[in-house]
Structure formats: C-alpha cells, structure tokens
C-alpha cells in the first residue's frame, strides 16, 4: 500500500478528531484573509476618497514675514513679497518633470466685492478645472458656462444664496470700485462645511476683471491623480519652474490617516498571527493524540521494516492535509467574512482577493507540517519490539 493511500484511509476513518484540527486552521486562515481582504480594500477605497477629496498641492507666491519689534516689545508682523501668480506662468507646470501625474491645475482668484451693500468673497475659478477638482459639489441648478460673456454665470454658496433668496436664475450685481458686473446664478452650492458655503464663484476672467485683476491669480490649487505620486518631489519641482512660489504638499493629512489604517492593520494582523499559533498547538495536541492510538500500527509498520524517514513523512503528509484543507476553507470563509464585516467597519466593498489564496493555504499546510513535529518525535520513540511483546 502506497503511503498516501495509508495516510488517507487513516484520516477519513477518524474524521471527527481531525475535524477538529481542520476547524482550527480554518479559524486562523479565515481571520487573515478577512483582514487581509478588508484593510486592502479599505486603504484602496482611502486613496479613491483622497483623490476626490480635491488638491494636494497648493501653490501660493512665497511671502516673507518680516518681525516688526519695539524694543522687547512684538508689534506684529510685515509680510512681503508678490501677491499674485501671473496667469502666463501656469504652463510651466506641465513642464516638470513628473508632467504625467498631473490631474488637476485649478487657478484661484480671490477678493472682495459688494452684494446688495453687504461685502463678499469672490472667488474666480477655471470652470472645467474646478469641476473636475470638486466633483462631489451638489449644485442646486447647473454648473456655470465657462464662456466668456458679458453676463457671466456664477455659483453661489449655500450661507450667501439663502439669506438672499438667490436660487438658479436669480440676477445678482457685483461691483468692486467703479467696476460692476450683472451676473446669473447658475446655481447654489449645497453647504460642504468649507469655505466656499460663503463665497460666490465666477469664472476667473470676470473675477480679473472685477477685481482689476487681469492676467494674474491668487493660488493654484494641483491634483495628482494616483496612489503613490512623488507629492513631495513634484512640489520641489513646480518651485522649481515657478522661481518664487511656494508649492505645500497635503500628504501630511493622508499619511496621519494612512497611519491610523495601518496601525488598525497591525493590531488585527496580531490577533490573526496569533490564533494561527494556536491552531498549531491544536492541531499538534490531535495529532499527538493520534499517534498515542497508532502505536501498535506504528510499531508493526517500524518492525516490518517502515523506515524513520516513512513514518515521520507520514505524519508530515496528513499534517500538510489538514492545512490545505483548513487553508481552502479559511478562504473562503474569510472572503465571505470580508464582505459582511468591511461595509460596516470600513465603509468599503471588497472584491475577491484571489491571489491570495495560494500564499494563504500555503502558510496553513507549513503550519500542518510544523505541528507534526512533537508527534514525529513521539512516533520515532516507539519501540517496535516493545509493540510486538504486547501484541
């Protein structure tokens, strides 16, 4: 008889015990995928939120802040320098090195204006860009033509159009000096908690020309569209086409939230690692178990002739048994676990992760083998003539 044939029938004929041990490696294994599998997909769908999160670089003119002291006394601060990024000069960002991960290049222009006798802030975009920078935005109406007419469209934010009574359509007057303009509202921006729920947004070259602006704006605001951008480097490097610019990289924010993801991570990978290291104490205790019931057929397979290397590959066999099949089994039940446990605990739908099943039934079957070890021993201590005096 062959010796996987041996091992087999031995395993179906005590199926319960070794069911046992299967459920242990199935525990371990399904706990890893499903951490595996849920914090996966939560850091994917956490740099899909980024990405639509806005820019994450912001490019400001660099201003120095000179210390204003009266003897030992603080009188403020004088801040020099440009106020403005020339509008001819934003090209020159797609000329960086790292050109391919720009997404996003929003200009920005910002000012004060009057609304029916009260100040406001205006702030003039490029309407495609912004569109594409904020496409969360819920516009009560539609998004303003980026056409540049003499009655320009706008968008209103949620804390001015309420108080106002301005919804889509509505006439406004802004003027600034002896510079006035009739825009339409072209929509109201439902309240994202941030600025813009208080500024009325035009296209740039009404603001420009609104604020006696012309070819210049405030900031740009730059997005680069993929995980793993060189954010950093690409801010070093639009300083470095931009001659007297500041470019600040976000990243610190989702780096703090990246680390809350991994460190989560860790603690649940612990807990798995853990109950692996359990499963092979369980795992060992029935094979050990069963090795105590095989000592006669241990000792007759030794006195017939089985050789040591025979008897301990054949615990090593059954061992690798239980672990690919916990393994396969711990999958799947871990994929399952996944789908149920991620919506609710991190917001996110995973898919399948099949690649990793291979590793997964991989480090199980180890583990089976490992856990032979106590019992190999015990089964070489047998000694054959010992079995055959009590036979």
Known sequence: MHLHSFVLKDVFRRKTKLLVAVLGVVVAAAAIVAVVTTFSAATEGF????????????????????????????????????????????????????????????????????????????????????????PWWNIQGHWMSSENTEQPEVLVGSDIAIPLGLKEGSMITLSKDNISINAQVAGVIESTGDNEDSYIILPLAASQYLLSQEGKVSSLEVRALCNACPVEEMSQQIEGVLPGMEARAMSQIVQNEMAIVNHTKSSA???????????????????????????????????????????????????????????????????????????????????????????????????????????????????????????
């Open 47 to 134: 740099h899909e939120a980024t990405n639509k999160f806005g820019a994450n670089i912001i490019v400001r003119p660099e201003i120095e802040s000179i210390p204003l002291v009266d003897g030992y006394s603080s009188m403020g601060s004088l801040y020099a320098g440009n106020n403005y990024i020339e509008e001819s000069d934003i090209p020159k960002i797609y000329t960086i090195k790292d050109n391919a991960s720009l997404s996003v290049v929003a200009p920005r222009l910002y000012g004060i204006a009057e609304l029916q006798g009260s100040s406001v802030v205006v702030m003039g975009v490029d309407p495609e860009q912004e569109m594409n920078l904020k």
């Open 269 to 391: 990978m612990a807990v798995s690692i853990i109950t692996l290291l359990v499963s092979t104490l369980t795992v060992a205790s029935t094979m050990l178990a069963s090795v105590n019931e095989k000592m006669k057929e241990i000792g007759i397979m030794r006195a017939i002739g089985a050789s040591d290397v025979q008897v301990v590959s054949m615990l090593f066999l059954e061992g690798a048994i239980i672990g690919i099949v916990g393994g396969c089994i711990g999958f799947l039940i871990g994929t399952l676990a996944s789908f149920v446990s991620a919506p609710m605990l991190v917001s996110v739908t995973p898919d399948p992760m099949w690649d990793l099943m291979l590793p997964v039934v991989a480090i199980c079957m180890f583990t089976g083998m490992v856990a032979s070890l106590v019992p190999a021993k015990r089964a070489l201590g047998i000694d054959p003539a010992e079995v055959l005096r009590s036979v």
